[in-house]
């Protein structure tokens, strides 16, 4: 079948990379894609979801997979379903989970699935009434989409103040934050979990742990993401039953009677308190870096598990993964995540290290001129390193990490350091 894939990041490289190795998939094309992604499929430079549709439809393609929440929030999959095309991906209502806050909270809290206690507001006297009750650290959230920065984390209860007031005066986010979230702040360690939707079918993927900050020892400010790793062992078989249990199944079960049946990814961010699960989001796609290292995993052809999902069929499916695990290490460019820097060649030792079977780039922020490729993104690629344990596959991440050059990578060393001697 030939497929479509939304998006340009490292993310949908990596979902690019798993349908080339699946023998269902003839041609890929990504819209509007990168650098790398143009070396085994077709770049499509449209936006207009109604022009992306005419599109498939003269080409014949069979599925549409949506990477990014943007165009998720902004409706494409209803413009699609609307014209009878297959596409992956949640609804514009659906979407809502991720693309406000207050609609997320107000979800979680009516369908009693575990969450940090909170109030939403847009009033600056009922916020600072909350404030005063809650104990430090406080978080503060803007409502709408703030591309991974409206959270804050406040350490006082001043700095809490002027955080929501500078939020709800629009002038930290312009509207995105003229409705907050304020919430107690949870203290655990953090989880990424994904299922794969169909509106009431689900598959969980395994569970991956993201690095936020961007740099070592989670220090330095919060970033898109600088690594991740797959599975986590800090997941065991009676974790994995309560998240489906309690949140999961009452997620899809909720949307369901809010009318907006779930499909796609459900990407829950959980924070783990004494083995119990707690919702800290939801989003609507994959994570990225988290991608990049659940694609490497899935035995299941990527073309089955996608187009079952988005035809309803998915109790049809027995998911499978391989027997492995999978970790990414992001190289940025100089100034990330503050500014852009000056676009500079990436340079690939070759041959490349014997050791590195089974070791792959994901490619996000380069863009191509001729035979060479440019370091243009703020998350510039991904090393990723497969093996039989988390320590060989991080070794194998970190070895190719050394044969990749461009001017001012920079790069976390510590990626997956939770679960090192474990
Ligand atoms: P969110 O976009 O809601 O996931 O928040 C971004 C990050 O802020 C999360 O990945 C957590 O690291 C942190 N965070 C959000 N809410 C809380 C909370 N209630 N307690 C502790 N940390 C939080
Ligand atoms: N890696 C976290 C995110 O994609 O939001």
Known sequence: ?????????GREYSIALA????????????????????????????????????????????????????????GIVDVFK???????GSSKNASKLEGSKIYMKNFLSK?????????????????YDFIESLTLPIVIKADGLCAGKGVIIANSKEEAKSTAKDMLSGESFGDAGKSIVIEEFLDGYELSVFAICDGKNYKILPAAQDHKRLLDGDKGPNTGGMGAYAPTPLID?????????RVVEPTLEGMQKEGSPYTGVLFIGLMIIDDEPIVL????????PECEVLMPLLKTPASELFYKAADGYLDDLDIEFYDRYAVAVVIASQNYPYKSSTPSEIIIDNPIHKELDGTHISYAGVSREGDKLYATGGRVLLSVGTGGSIQEARDKAYLQCGQIHFAGKQFRQDIAYQVLNR
Do not use: C, H
């Open 1 to 9: 079948m030939d497929i479509l894939i939304v998006g340009s990041g």
């Open 19 to 74: 349908l080339k190795r699946d023998k269902n998939v003839k041609n890929i094309y990504v819209a509007p894609g990168n650098g790398a992604t143009s070396e085994f499929a077709t770049n499509i430079d449209i936006k207009d979801f109604n022009k992306l549709a005419d599109f498939v439809q003269e080409n014949g393609i069979n599925l549409t997979i949506v990477g990014p929440e943007a165009p998720l929030v902004d």
């Open 82 to 88: 609307k014209r009878d095309l297959l596409i992956f």
């Open 111 to 127: 369908y009693k699935i575990p969450t940090a206690s909170y109030i939403e507001t847009n009033s600056l006297a009922s916020a």
């Open 237 to 245: 078989e009676e974790l994995y039953k309560k998240i489906e249990t």
């Open 281 to 288: 989001e939801y989003n609507v796609r994959f994570g990225d």
